[in-house]
């Protein structure tokens, strides 16, 4: 069982992977608890979902959602990559395991790729253990010291980005030709007091629309000089996608429009860059978009 809110590839292993191995899945909206309720049956043994999700940063109550699928005996996944260990903890908030794209914050540099999942001594011995050494799904001995030398400067690395983030999601607010932005820390977010509820922080995503659809977010992507264009996010680096022809490009844009996702919507991980710069980046883009 899986929240809405998946982006391709995740919707290709739950709607044609999976089946091929007898595992039927059923897509809810993740905001909605009587949705969650109502999907359980007999043999549901597992929920998985991502919150904040990719782009459009809807939240999923971790909490309402265990104790839901609790009841019922199912195993609760999350994926905490856009929240990052520092904002949010869902193991404490009764889920049952964490799953991390370690490509993200953890490494941090665009370095290396990796993954980790979290759970208990009990679960990763039951269940995790035995496939993991005769599967052999491993880092390399580099790849693991590069990502252990991440984490030492994670908390501040996030810390940052995170103060950043809020400053560009106010100022971004402010641009002509910018209809719509979208950031767990504003009041303005649809799901504000549950993000201040389960996260500490805002986060360091923003996503943002633009006014004159994928024409004019083009030009605001080809206009930028600070942030960079790439599919990546939780870099040192502020990073910009179009998810409508990125991430979600497999999708029918029938199934984009239900997602909230726009020709005219741009992501944006913010970096390790100064507030003030980033910000003259991004007006400067905006009135490129304009033109």
Known sequence: MSARALFGSCRY??????????????????RDLEQWTAAFRPNTKAVFF??????????????????????????????????????????????????????KHIDGQGRCLGGAVLAS?????????DFH??????????????????LETLPIRVERQCATAARVADHLATLPGVTRVIYCGRADHPQYDLARRQMSGGGQIVTFEIEGG?????????????????????????????????THQRLKPEARAE???????IRLSVGLE??????????????????
Request: neutral net charge.
């Open 13 to 30: 292993i739950v709607e044609d992977l999976c089946p091929r191995f007898g595992i039927a899945c059923t897509l809810v909206d993740g």
């Open 50 to 103: 991502e919150t904040p999700s990719n782009p459009t940063l809807e939240l999923v109550d971790i909490a309402a959602v265990s104790e839901i699928a609790h009841r019922h005996g199912a195993t609760v996944i999350v994926d905490n990559v856009f929240a990052t260990p520092m904002l949010q903890r869902p193991l404490a908030l009764g889920a049952d395991v964490v799953v991390y794209s370690a490509t």
């Open 121 to 129: 001594r009990e679960f990763v011995k039951t269940h995790l253990h």
């Open 133 to 150: 050494r005769q599967t052999g799904p491993a880092l390399s001995p580099f790849n693991a010291w590069v990502m252990l030398k991440g």
């Open 214 to 246: 994928k024409t004019a977010a083009f030009r605001f992507l080809n206009a930028l000089r600070i942030a960079k264009i790439s599919n990546n996010l939780g870099d040192a680096k502020s990073l910009v996608t179009h998810p409508a022809t990125t």
């Open 259 to 265: 997602l909230g996702i726009t020709d005219g919507m």
């Open 274 to 291: 100064a507030a003030s710069d980033l910000a003259l980046d991004l007006e400067t883009a905006a009135r490129s978009a304009r033109a």
